[in-house]
């Protein structure tokens, strides 16, 4: 199997070399995009001995081996080119993965760092965003719910990077068009009272379309929602992508395009409104559901907003939060997840992670590491001078919830354990704290930023310079 990954390998980075020796578009063209997507589904070959995996998202613990699969999961990769260099945006169809793990070299950050060798700095590491959907019907690649076995996470990171450099050498000359739908009653908050009742409810697309061609037919799109990937419940044991997998292999063939990439955005404590989808079993909510969510993302597609050019910048920022999670202590912790344990992503009680901005032209891209709650998007779109704001959830790593604003922590906690989003938090200020270091990621890439909110004084002197 090794064997024939490696020549695997060497086919797609003989492809990479003959399409561009760098990352830049050929001469004359403004904006080149590139799309693919790649299997990432368990089976006896990729997660030996028999290809069963355990499910995460769900109750604590090993509670939920698969048995079987519902529908193929991938991870799907975006790839933009233009004066700047080139970013790669993936999303794969699993409950969350980690910037780095403590079995090997099969986080995020070496997703990136194998993208840069493999296009010999072409895409930088720090150009490289990728997420999870977050599926509480996919593998689980946290540990909390019972792992995953090292030759998988091996394969996801190997499909990861191959689907980024697929997608990398099969760039052509685009326009980027954006457009956006208002989907609020598509979903609910988990409270009920302020400042925790407030969702992020638009739903944001962006249109990879041929130059001068019709935008009502592109050969790319990227989708950006927040909504938990929940519809399949805790009883469900088969292995699925949930709702964006649906969304994205029906935009796939409605346009007839290669990868539809949908992205989960600030999904915090935001869970589908799917309870009134009329269905008898969650296979039939699930179709029934992606169906709604399908239908707003044509409804955002056909209403697009041309952006000419597009000057590509990328900027990637360390921080570090101090663990203070007064529900378990993070000895306890640390022997439940997966994620490393050595600096830069654990010194004593500090949590090491990073955040992200990328920019084309006007259009701000920003991956915050977890489930984000509504106001980090808010505080983006309020101080960020950008045509539209693009927030990747549990990008690049997965802190579990990013609870913002702080002062509605005390009600988040009073709801805990029933509630699991104050267990599963790193502390009560990180997700004021991600908002802040996204800022400041936003104008490393030459966006303005006007009157930060107050919240951001603490961690105004913060160096954010990458340690690795």
């Known amino acids: 199997m090794r064997a024939m990954r490696a020549a695997a390998w060497v086919l797609v980075m003989a492809v990479v070399a003959a399409c561009s020796d760098s990352g830049e578009p050929e001469a004359g063209a403004a904006l080149q995009v590139g799309v693919a997507r790649r299997d990432i589904t368990p089976t006896a070959a990729t997660a030996p001995p028999d290809g069963s995996v355990y499910l995460g998202g769900y109750g604590f613990g090993p509670e939920r081996p698969s048995s079987g699969v519902l529908a193929p999961i991938f991870v799907r990769a975006f790839v933009v080119s233009s004066a700047g260099g080139t970013i790669a945006f993936a999303e794969n169809e699993t409950q969350g993965a980690f910037a780095a793990y403590k079995q090997g070299s ?3 950050a070496d997703v990136a760092r194998a993208v840069e060798e493999a296009t010999g700095g072409a895409i930088p590491r720090t150009h490289v965003i990728v997420g999870s959907d977050h599926s509480h ?3 689980d690649t946290t540990g909390v719910w019972g792992g995953l076995p090292d030759a998988y996470l091996e394969y996801l990171r190997d499909q990861t990077v191959g689907a980024i450099l697929d997608a990398y050498a099969a760039r052509r000359d685009a326009e980027l068009w954006t457009g956006s739908t208002d989907a609020t009653d598509l979903i609910r908050s988990q409270f009920d009272l302020p400042p925790n009742d407030v969702v992020d409810g638009e739903l944001r697309v962006l249109a990879a379309v041929p130059p001068g061609g019709d935008p009502t037919a592109p050969f790319g799109l990227l989708v950006n929602y927040a909504a938990h990937a929940t519809v399949m419940g805790g009883d469900n044991t088969l292995v699925s992508g949930d709702w964006p997998a649906v969304v994205a292999d029906a935009v796939e063939r409605r346009f007839g395009i290669d990868a539809a990439v949908v ?6 404590r935001t869970q589908p409104r799917d309870g009134d989808v009329p269905a008898d079993t969650d296979v039939e909510r699930l179709e029934a559901y992606a169906a709604r969510v399908t239908d707003r993302v044509l409804a955002a597609a056909s209403g697009l907003t041309r952006h000419a050019g597009g000057e590509v910048a990328s900027a990637q920022l360390f921080l ?4 203070a999670n007064p529900l378990f202590p993070l000895s306890f912790l640390g022997t ?3 994620r490393s344990d050595r600096a830069p992503w654990l010194e004593a009680e500090t949590i090491g992670t990073v955040v992200s901005a990328a920019r084309v032209g006007d ?7 977890g489930e984000g709650y509504p106001a980090i998007q808010q505080t983006l779109e309020r101080h960020v001078d950008a045509a539209e704001h693009f927030v990747f959830g549990l990008a690049n790593d997965q802190l579990g919830y990013l609870i913002a604003p702080e002062s509605g922590y005390p009600q988040v906690l009073a709801a805990a354990p029933d509630n699991d989003n104050a267990v599963f938090n790193v502390s009560s200020r990180i997700g004021d704290h991600v908002a802040c270091v996204a800022l400041a990621a936003s104008r490393a890439v030459g966006l303005a930023v006007a009157d930060e909110p107050p919240t951001c004084a603490p961690y105004a002197a913060e160096d954010h310079t990458l340690p690795f």
């Open 320 to 323: 570090r939060e101090p663990y």
């Open 336 to 338: 439940q997840i997966a």
């Open 137 to 139: 019907a996919g593998p």
């Open 363 to 369: 259009l701000l891209f920003v991956a915050i590491p």
């Open 263 to 268: 992205m989960v955005a600030d999904v915090g």
């Open 106 to 108: 099969y986080g995020h």
